[in-house]
């Protein structure tokens, strides 16, 4: 953790977004996390992302649980309302809130505790919902605020840092989103900032879950030798299946790719994804091809990353349950409520 | 021994199976009543199952308009064998049996006091139709036909009813009809001058409304404004989110794009349910979750969170019998210490305690406006008794001038303009901060959410000095709501009253006729109905004007009392306990005998003395 606190004056020259706004406007209070988290990496990119796509900091929630990776969402967009809320339910904290104002863009951030131990039943429902957020586990295999235990994301086998070898099978959130109907599924490594940014980015601009693993080691706790979680296992391991670039809606798609070698995806919003192949025959609008693929790879002790499916026409809760266009917390008594003469008229039917 | 003869005054009680379609049929006898002016008060006591169990209707007519249970019954629509000896004893002495005497039953079966109404329901039945379930379902009607004849009851308003239930299905009318003359062609036929019971047309129904607690509820929330309803499927509420749902599909679609202005969300659990209910409440929706005891139970850990973090939420317990699964079909008002204080640490809720539907529709319009005022979370503590049986009661009123308090949001003029914001600083001394909702500003306005410890500005502090003084403000917060809660109705007695007694709830209807009857055997009791948690002054003025205080109460371990003893601090012995809690609501005849026994006592003592 870094004690000093920046100055809040900055060099002039500093790159401005479209809106005037600096990357040091994206950032929140100093971070509390052990020096060298991966934590912080991860806060760094979405701090990057959000920079770079020009969005006002006030229009975005973020949202989280309990434990290191949900107590972040303080450390980055100090102009967004935040809500730590209880162990394992930000899913549904934020399924409300993501009703009241359709909106506003929604950070959820949790870790491998929150969203595949406690939450993991809020986990899956709300990818089966569609709810149209950006879900971000920060997956590092520990619990590290209680000093080390094993959680449900480790591997078996894995040794944890007194020596005690986990021999639970772990459990894939990647896979999970997948089965649950996740519409948009992505894996990363916070130490790959390259491969990060853009898929925060594009997980931002698409219409409903999208769900990002990122595998960010604990420097405490799970980053020895025997750790499936470490930063030296996952760079060994690493197999990017694509490398995406994200261009956000209103811009022209300059760089061309050799045709085989990439696929543009357009979203609903007017961005485009454009994914080079780094796997010939990988398909990411593949669901069913994509979960075989994931299970053969870890088989072989991959981490597998990248952009591992999308559905970029999928329909969102709120298009599911038909509400308004208009944020439902903006009604008022004229819009919601329907008066005496109506409430006589049900009396009627009563008698 | 002489036959029960009474006029608008009996109880009819409707043994069944559940499945077998009795309901609707049983609900067509108990409106028909109502139609002919007369008051009734239904219930319905069924099993926790589909298909199979015994499940009873009772309708008590009551000309006097008493809407409590009566206790006991005068005649006994038999029409289960695996209950048939039990129902047969439950008969008042002189009451009435209605059976199907399709097959002969030993006479060892029946009490001799009884007067005999035997109709051959599979008979006619078997005669008349082919189709089983058509046997099965008619035969329901056939019945409440004899009942029409037997009871002297007006055969036009069934016929009339018939007719509107089945306005949009016209090819049921025809068949309905045939079936309720079988059984009334067939008692007109065997049964003339039998029964002493009989129904005459009155005017004492008026303007009065025959509806569900959860309906009515469920509307409330619509009129109130509500616009998410999270929620779990359990007994006794589910049929409140359902009502909410129905009721917005015709209330709350926008006309020309078609689309909701609600939007409702089966959560996988109450946990999530209630996770839901506070993001959006947090957001700026008024939003609720309906639920029973074992649903309070799961949420305990959000409505701390609700408390410390003081986000609002509407929450309506729809209590059954406890504990663990406990009686799920049943009724109770078992949930109150738990709703209360639910939640670890130092936690209180707010509480209100409606008496009847048209109470829960506006306590359900009135808890949203609390719950933001307060930005607090509110419970609606309903009952199976309430939520679950229609009752007769006034009309559903709104007030047409009324708008809705959404309580102290700090818009982005005020922020623009310069106005402190500090999310849990109190300003105004009432020890309620101002809020903000998300994207509300640019640059001002912002803070960050938790249920750690925090400052006045929601900043993360681990200072015991900080946490002292949010936790002290809360507790005047909760003073702040004694005066904004609904107040207690005060039942003064004819003549001055040593004794006092404290009700609340679905308490009420066997209350007021308890009251009404000791009354006219001189026993004077004031009575104070207490409508909401925290208690406000007056409750405890009330105390204090009496010697000695009855507390009736559905549940085991006198809860609303311990409650006052604790928050009022009340010495305990001021106290005397009416306690029912088999399941089934409370009767006017228990809270009598109970009174009356103990203010004999007193008197007896007094005099020995």
Redesign the interface.
């Given at each position: 953790m870094t004690y000093i606190a920046k100055p809040k004056l900055h060099h002039p020259g500093l790159p401005t977004n479209a809106l005037g706004f600096t990357r040091r406007d994206y950032e929140g209070r100093i971070s509390t996390l052990c020096a060298g988290c991966g934590h912080d990496s991860i806060s760094a990119a979405l701090i990057q992302a959000c920079f770079e796509l020009d969005i006002?900091?006030?229009?975005v929630?973020k949202?989280s649980g309990i434990g290191c990776s949900s107590k972040t969402?303080?450390y980055f967009l100090?102009?967004?309302?935040?809500?730590?809320?209880?162990h394992g339910?930000m899913?549904?904290?934020?399924?409300?809130?993501?009703?009241?104002?359709r909106?506003?863009i929604y950070l959820g951030v949790s870790g491998d505790g929150d969203s595949a131990s406690i939450g993991l039943?809020?986990f899956?429902?709300c990818m089966r919902?569609g709810v149209n957020m950006v879900y971000i586990c920060e997956n590092n295999g520990v619990y590290g605020l209680t000093k080390g235990q094993f959680s449900a994301t480790a591997d078996k086998g894995s040794k944890a840092k007194g020596g005690a070898v986990n021999t639970d099978s772990p459990i894939d959130l990647v896979s999970l989103a997948l089965l649950m109907g996740a519409s948009f599924v992505a894996r990363s490594f916070s130490g790959d900032k390259k491969q990060l940014v853009p898929l925060i980015k594009a997980a931002i601009a698409h219409r409903g879950s999208a769900v990002l693993d990122v595998i960010s080691p604990c420097v405490t706790f799970n980053n020895h030798a025997g750790s499936t979680k470490s930063f030296d296992f996952v760079r060994d391991h690493n197999e990017a299946v694509n490398k995406l670039d994200f261009v956000p809606a209103k811009k022209e798609i300059t760089v061309d790719y050799e045709p085989g070698t990439s696929e543009v995806v357009r979203q609903h919003d007017g961005s485009f994804i454009k994914l080079a192949k780094l796997h010939p025959d990988y398909d990411p609008s593949n669901r069913v091809a994509a979960l075989t693929y994931l299970q053969e790879r870890e088989a072989a002790g991959e981490v597998v990353t990248g952009l591992l499916y999308i559905d970029p026409d999928t329909q969102d809760?709120?298009e599911h349950?038909?509400?308004?266009?208009a944020p439902?917390?903006?009604?008022?008594?004229d819009?919601?409520?329907?008066?005496?003469d109506?409430?006589?008229t049900?009396?009627a039917e009563?008698? | 021994m002489q036959p029960i003869s009474a006029t608008n005054d009996f109880v009819v009680k409707f043994a069944n199976v559940n499945g077998s379609g009795s309901a609707s049929a049983n609900e067509l006898f108990a409106r028909s009543v109502l139609r002919m002016g007369v008051p009734v008060a239904s219930r319905n006591i069924f099993p926790s199952n589909i298909q199979g169990l015994p499940t009873w209707y009772e309708v008590r007519i009551s000309g006097d308009g008493w809407l409590g249970r009566r206790g006991g019954v005068d005649l006994m629509v038999a029409m289960n064998p695996q209950t048939w000896d039990k129902d047969v004893a439950e008969i008042e002495k002189g009451g009435y049996l209605l059976y199907d005497s399709t097959k002969p039953i030993p006479a060892s079966k029946f009490r001799k006091d009884l007067t005999l109404l035997p109709v051959p329901l599979t008979e006619i039945c078997n005669r008349a139709y082919s189709d089983p379930r058509q046997r099965q379902l008619f035969k329901n009607i056939i019945y409440v036909g004899a009942l029409a004849f037997v009871l002297d009851m007006d055969l036009s308003a069934v016929k009339w009813l018939i007719a509107e239930q089945f306005e949009n299905k016209k090819k049921l009318i025809a068949p309905n009809l045939q079936a309720l003359d079988f059984g009334y062609d067939y008692a007109k036929e065997h049964l003339k001058g039998v029964c002493g019971l009989k129904i005459r047309h009155a005017d004492k129904v008026g303007?009065?409304?025959?509806?569900g607690g959860n309906d009515a509820a469920g509307?409330g929330a619509?009129?109130g404004?509500a616009?998410?309803c999270?929620w779990y499927p359990i007994t006794p509420s589910t049929s409140l989110a359902e009502s909410f749902t129905k009721h917005c599909e015709r209330?709350?679609v926008?006309p020309v794009?078609?689309?909701?202005?609600?939007?409702?969300?089966q959560?996988?659990?109450e946990?999530?349910?209630?996770?839901?209910?506070?993001?959006?409440?947090?957001?700026?929706?008024r939003?609720f979750t309906a639920t029973s005891g074992p649903g309070i139970s799961l949420m305990q850990?959000?409505f701390g969170?609700s408390y410390y973090a003081e986000i609002p939420a509407v929450v309506f317990d729809i209590q059954r019998g406890g504990p663990s699964t406990g009686m799920p079909t049943r009724t109770q008002q078992s949930d109150l210490m738990l709703a209360a204080y639910a939640g670890h640490g130092d936690t209180k809720h707010v509480l209100l305690f409606p008496e009847d539907p048209r109470e829960s529709f506006e306590f359900a319009a009135t808890a949203f406006d609390l719950a933001e005022r307060l930005q607090t979370l509110v419970l609606v503590m309903m009952d199976l008794d309430i939520g679950m049986n229609d009752w007769l009661c006034k009309?559903?009123?709104?007030?047409?001038e009324?708008?809705?308090d959404r309580g102290k949001v700090m818009t982005a003029d005020e922020l623009e303009a310069g106005k402190e914001f500090g999310r849990y600083l109190d300003v105004d001394g009432d020890a309620i901060p101002y809020r903000?909702?998300?994207?509300?500003?640019?640059?001002k306005g912002?803070?960050?959410?938790?249920?750690?410890s925090h400052d006045r500005y929601a900043r993360?502090s681990e200072d015991g000095g900080v946490y002292v003084e949010v936790m002290q403000r809360l507790l005047q917060k909760f003073e702040t709501a004694k005066s904004l809660v609904p107040k207690p109705v005060l039942h003064k007695a004819k003549e001055p009253a040593k004794f006092g007694a404290l009700y609340f709830g679905s308490t009420s209807a066997a209350m007021d006729e308890a009251l009404a009857a000791l009354e006219s055997h001189g026993l004077h009791i004031d009575a104070l109905r207490v409508r909401a948690f925290p208690f406000s002054e007056e409750v405890v003025e009330f105390i204090n004007a009496h010697e000695q205080v009855f507390v009736v109460e559905q549940n085991r371990d006198a809860q609303l009392q311990k409650m006052i003893v604790n928050e009022c601090a009340i010495d305990p012995a001021r106290f005397i306990s009416i306690l029912h809690y088999d399941g089934t609501p409370v009767t006017a005849r228990f809270i009598i005998n109970a009174i009356s026994e103990r203010m004999k006592l007193g008197k007896a003592r007094e005099a020995a003395e």
């Open positions: 006002e900091p006030h229009r929630a949202l969402p303080d100090g102009q967004s309302h935040g809500f730590n809320s209880v339910r899913p549904s904290v934020l399924t409300g809130a993501n009703l009241a104002n909106e506003l039943g809020q899956a429902h919902r809760l709120h349950l038909g509400t308004v266009d439902l917390n903006r009604m008022t008594e819009d919601l409520c329907p008066g005496v109506m409430l006589e049900i009396n009563y008698r | 303007d009065r409304i025959f509806i509307l619509v009129y404004g616009t998410v999270a209330l709350r926008d794009t078609k689309k909701n202005k609600f939007a409702v969300v959560a996988e659990d946990i999530a349910a209630i996770g839901m209910v506070l993001g959006a409440n947090w957001n700026g929706a939003a850990e959000l969170f009309p559903l009123a709104w007030n047409k009324r708008k809705y903000t909702l998300p994207g509300t500003h640019p640059s912002v803070y960050f959410t938790r249920g750690s993360y």
